[in-house]
T-cell receptor
Framework: KQEVTQIPAALSVPEGENLVLNCSFT??????LQWFRQDPGKGLTSLLL?????REQTSGRLNASLDKSSGRSTLYIAASQPGDSATYLC??????????FGKGTRLSVIA | DAGVTQSPTHLIKTRGQQVTLRCSPK?????VSWYQQALGQGPQFIFQ???????QRGNFPDRFSGHQFPNYSSELNVNALLLGDSALYLC??????????FGPGTRLTVL
């Protein structure tokens, strides 16, 4: 059974800092891994999808990597901005199983 | 192209009542999944519909049921509501179980 853990649970950084969010999963037979952003009380916005054959994906200031052998994914945010403040969730998909989510990392970027 | 839409946005019910939530998938998507997200937690998978049939189900009681229509839209029904059913209900759509796109959610409050 796939389990996903996100560390840290909360993070507060000053504006402009580069930061890394961590996600670990127990089933290395993961098919793909998706990173989401969630604003308070809102739905999930897909940020990056890393498929099984890929090791990383980039979109603007965001870069996500996937290391299946170690069961880890990281989301790197460059030059953080107050608008990046949100909860970031990672979720793993293993073939015909549903997405399994971590509890998220709540990020606050202080101006 | 409209993304995933959900209705209603908010709903207040009392214990023992029944509720129906609705979801319209992103254009071109054929698979709809429903998730329950309690405060401070990651989304938990309820069930997934494909070709008008329930394809997978998470660890939720039979009080939770659903339906998918020929136009791929979907409903989530919850009977005999409990206080613990209060949560954000998220719908996600995908094409053949690839990248999932989420709607804004329905906030259900059970009093």
């Amino acid at each position: 059974k796939q389990e996903v853990t996100q560390i840290p649970a909360a993070l507060s950084v000053p504006e402009g800092e580069n930061l890394v969010l961590n996600c670990s999963f127990t089933d290395s037979a993961i098919y793909n891994l998706q990173w989401f952003r969630q604003d308070p009380g809102k739905g999930l916005t897909s940020l990056l999808l890393i498929q099984s054959s890929q090791r990383e994906q980039t979109s603007g200031r965001l870069n996500a990597s996937l290391d299946k052998s170690s069961g880890r994914s990281t989301l790197y945010i460059a030059a953080s901005q107050p608008g990046d403040s949100a909860t970031y969730l990672c979720a793993g998909y293993s073939g015909n199983t549903p997405l399994v989510f971590g509890k998220g990392t709540r990020l606050s970027v202080i101006a | 192209d409209a993304g995933v839409t959900q209705s209603p946005t908010h709903l207040i019910k009392t214990r023992g009542q029944q509720v129906t939530l609705r979801c319209s998938p992103k254009s071109g998507h054929d698979t709809v999944s429903w998730y329950q997200q309690a405060l401070g937690q990651g989304p938990q998978f309820i069930f997934q519909y494909y070709e008008e049939e329930e394809r997978q189900r998470g660890n939720f009681p039979d009080r939770f049921s659903g339906h998918q229509f020929p136009n791929y839209s979907s409903e989530l029904n919850v009977n005999a509501l409990l206080l613990g059913d209060s949560a954000l209900y998220l719908c996600a759509s995908s094409f053949q179980s690839n990248e999932q796109f989420f709607g804004p959610g329905t906030r259900l409050t059970v009093l």
